[in-house]
């Protein structure tokens, strides 16, 4: 029905950047909320930032700053641009999308995730 793909993570020097991708595509008409999250080992999953179709953003106080989140004119693409990365970053980043117009950090529809690794 719908597919998320995530791409643009990979190695990076503390202070860099990195954008990333989450491209969808099916059958459905419309993705109100989409969201980009993330999981280190020994961590429970942690919201990084969201945005609807409406344009309404968040970005989590972890972020605060650095992080930016947006969507294409055709609400298909969300992106993540994320700058001065801190080892504290490094994790595994997952998109998430879903029908429902309400914020959730459960929603329908889930990407297999991109790793981002930040040295120092």
């Known amino acids: 029905q719908v597919q998320l793909v995530e791409s643009g993570g990979g190695l990076v020097q503390a202070g860099g950047s990195l954008r990333l991708s989450c491209a969808a595509s099916g059958s459905i008409s419309s993705l109100p909320f989409m969201a980009w999250f993330r999981q280190a080992p020994g961590n429970q999953r942690e919201m990084v930032a969201y945005i609807t179709d409406r344009d309404e953003t968040r970005v989590g106080e972890s972020v605060k700053d650095r992080f930016t989140i947006s969507r294409d004119g055709a609400k298909n693409t969300m992106y993540l641009q994320m700058n001065n990365l801190k080892p504290e970053d490094s994790a595994e980043y997952y998109c998430?999308?879903?029908?429902?117009?309400?914020?959730?950090?459960?929603?329908?529809?889930w990407g297999q995730g991109t790793q981002v690794t930040v040295s120092s």
């Open positions: 998430g999308a879903d029908y429902r117009a309400w914020v959730t950090t459960k929603p329908a529809y």
